[in-house]
């Protein structure tokens, strides 16, 4: 296990900052790190499989690479996965699941693609045992991964196990809440150290604020979860015991202050007991109140929001209309919304810097202001732009700037 092939799915957008995470926290056992299409490909030993589940804020999974090669048909992904030593890696004790992605590839049926590739482990566990594992669709002890481009299969282990968006605190969410590893990105992407206030005015269930917060207090996003790993042959229990009581010793008193408030006081409610089962309940401070009203926590510093658009205006404090023109009745209170709040911060936010995720490409211009940056990223299904800007006191515009980002710059 010195020496695996991994590769870290990621959203769009993140792949450069997930890179640089990445060397950071596998060091100088990262080997052949380099971005690949939606996420970054290394080599490194099971102790960096373990650090990299637990100390990733970007990552979605972390898999271990078991097979690469061509094919043409079906049975081809059968012989590619029965020649995989699974043994080595579950026992027919363990429940599994195949779960197949594909891009450009000629085969007519992904879920026969999949079938096949099941087969072909079960097969494997029953000639070497006489027995084979269950297969378990809802909750798989082992989640495989198998992926067809358009000549090659490469077959995955799946050491998280859930995705890794899934701390473990989040028990109490909205509607389209934003996930983790995105909030986590955009904090990267904005630049944020940790070292001045950070102000979330539209925090809904707390996700960027309580991902603030843990990093102001040196917290591993990974502390409160189970791993996939942790039902693999070649865990050690004492080394993963090891890794996270140092993680636990890292923790310290939060470096910035962070805040939130949110129109709903259900929704504050909601990130209150968020932070607290993810440790930052003294480190993140929360308030109920109106975006548009609500005057600035601190002395300068960054704000970051993923405001509500589409159906997230409702949400967002602003009574949706019928049926009948709904989209364009929905633009246009957008369009008011956003140009309210910009009024407010012009007046009120002299000094701060304000990141604004949203997949509305002409958000400056519904804000009446110039972005200095605008960086592609991925929410979901959605292409969003982070946009940045420096609010000037008695300037409806901030100054001009440069173009759009490279993605993932």
């Given amino acids: 296990m010195s020496s695996l092939q991994l ?16 060397a950071r926290i596998a060091g100088p056992s990262a080997r052949e790190l380099r971005t690949a299409r939606g996420g970054v490909q290394l080599a490194a030993g099971w102790p960096e ?70 087969d072909a482990v079960a097969d494997r566990f029953r000639a070497r045992g006489g027995v084979r594992p269950d297969v378990d ?28 968006f899934k701390r473990g605190w989040r028990e109490d969410k909205g509607e389209a809440p934003l996930k983790e590893t995105l909030a986590a990105a955009i904090l990267v992407a904005s630049g944020w150290d940790a070292t001045v206030p950070l102000y979330d005015p539209c925090c809904g269930s707390g996700t960027i604020a309580i991902e603030a917060a843990q990093l102001a207090c040196n917290i591993a996003p990974g502390l409160l979860r189970r791993f996939g790993f942790e039902r693999l042959r070649p865990h050690l229990a004492a080394d993963w015991a090891a890794l996270k009581a140092q993680a636990q010793a890292a923790r310290r008193a939060p470096t910035a202050p962070v805040f939130g408030s949110d129109v709903a006081f259900r929704m504050v409610d909601f990130a209150q007991r968020n932070a607290q089962r993810a440790g930052v309940g003294d480190a993140v401070q929360l308030r109920g109140g109106d975006a548009l009203q609500r005057m600035p926590p601190s002395e300068p510093g960054v704000m970051l929001l993923n405001p509500p658009y589409g159906e997230r205006i409702e949400a967002g404090g602003i009574a949706g209309p019928g049926r009948g023109g709904r989209e364009r009745a929905q633009m246009e209170q957008a369009g008011d919304f956003f140009a309210q709040l910009a009024t407010h911060w012009k007046r009120n936010y002299a000094g701060w810097t304000a990141w604004v995720l949203s997949p509305d490409a002409k958000l400056p211009g519904r804000m009446r202001l110039k972005e200095t940056r605008r960086v592609p990223m991925w929410n979901g299904p959605l292409e969003c732009r982070l946009f940045r800007f420096d609010m000037v006191a008695g300037s409806a515009r901030a100054p001009r700037a440069g173009g759009e980002d490279a993605a993932g710059s």
């Fill in 49 to 118: 499989v373990m650090k990299l589940n637990l100390h990733s804020r970007l990552a979605q999974r972390v898999l271990v690479q078991l097979a690469h090669r061509p094919y043409r048909a079906e049975p081809d992904l059968y012989e590619a996965a029965s020649a995989v030593a699974w043994e080595d890696w579950f026992t027919p004790r363990e429940s599994f699941k195949i779960e197949l992605t594909a891009h450009q590839s000629p085969l007519k049926s992904l879920n026969f693609a999949a079938l096949r590739i099941k």
């Fill in 137 to 164: 669709t809802q909750r798989p002890a082992v989640r495989l991964f198998a992926h067809l481009s358009a000549e090659a299969v490469t077959l995955y282990i799946d050491s998280s196990g859930e995705p890794l």
């Fill in 7 to 22: 590769f870290l799915p990621c959203a769009g957008g993140v792949e450069t900052y997930l890179a640089e995470e990445v």
